[in-house]
T-cell receptor, first 114, second 109 residues
Framework: GDSVTQMEGPVTLSEEAFLTINCTYT??????LFWYVQYPGEGLQLLLK?????DKGSNKGFEATYRKETTSFHLEKGSVQVSDSAVYFC?????????????FGKGTHLIIQP | DVKVTQSSRYLVKRTGEKVFLECVQD?????MFWYRQDPGLGLRLIYFSYDVKMKEKGDIPEGYSVSREKKERFSLILESASTNQTSMYLCASSSSIQYFGAGTRLSVL
């Protein structure tokens, strides 16, 4: 079956540091890929997505590129802020129309120190 | 804005009780989902529904059932709650992107 692997956390960085959170996946075909973010006490919010190979998703300074050859979708941000502290989930689905569930990684807890 | 509302943020129940978790969405989405979130395990799909009165098992359906009598409402039912069902439960609805509710933290004592 499908699976998503994320780097283990917590990841602790100083404000304005460069961020990379690794995500690799195992799936047949060409799934759609997502990054979701969960702030303390809240549900998940979509951060960005990519639906085909070489697509780059971006939002709020975060970026991730769909790499079919390495089955990866690493999340990056050039300069993190304290407000970026949250748990980040990489996920995939085979349904472009949203009819199937998402397969999630275990989540990476990011802590940004001032 | 899409709104997915879960009726309770926190719930405490006793072993053996029948528990209902309610979820309502306001975007006329066809598809709705129930996940549970546990530390170190991420989110796992319990059940989903792509239409009224339709349901599909997800990855971990054992011990749960669901009800979708109206398009906007999707209920998760624990027929006889057990301590290993203590968890955070997240509801989502989608057309092409899944939108999540704030979650219900259930404790079964």
């Amino acid at each position: 079956g499908d699976s998503v692997t994320q780097m283990e956390g917590p990841v602790t960085l100083s404000e304005e540091a460069f961020l990379t959170i690794n995500c690799t996946y195992t799936a047949t075909g060409y799934p759609s890929l997502f990054w979701y973010v969960q702030y303390p006490g809240e549900g998940l919010q979509l951060l960005l997505k990519a639906t085909k190979a070489d697509d780059k998703g971006s939002n709020k300074g975060f970026e991730a590129t769909y790499r079919k050859e390495t089955t990866s979708f690493h999340l990056e941000k050039g300069s993190v802020q304290v407000s970026d502290s949250a748990v980040y989930f990489c996920a995939l689905t085979h349904s472009g129309g949203g009819a199937d569930g998402l397969t999630f990684g275990k989540g990476t807890h990011l802590i940004i120190q001032p | 804005d899409v709104k997915v509302t879960q009726s309770s943020r926190y719930l405490v129940k006793r072993t053996g009780e029948k528990v209902f978790l309610e979820c309502v969405q306001d975007m006329d989405h066809e598809n709705m989902f129930w996940y549970r979130q546990d530390p170190g395990l991420g989110l796992r799909l319990i059940y989903f529904s792509y239409d009224v009165k339709m349901k599909e098992k997800g990855d971990i359906p054992e011990g749960y059932s669901v009800s979708r009598e109206k398009k906007e409402r999707f209920s998760l039912i624990l027929e006889s709650a057990s301590t290993n069902q203590t968890s955070m439960y997240l509801c989502a609805s989608s057309s092409s992107i899944q939108y999540f509710g704030a979650g219900t933290r259930l404790s079964v004592l």
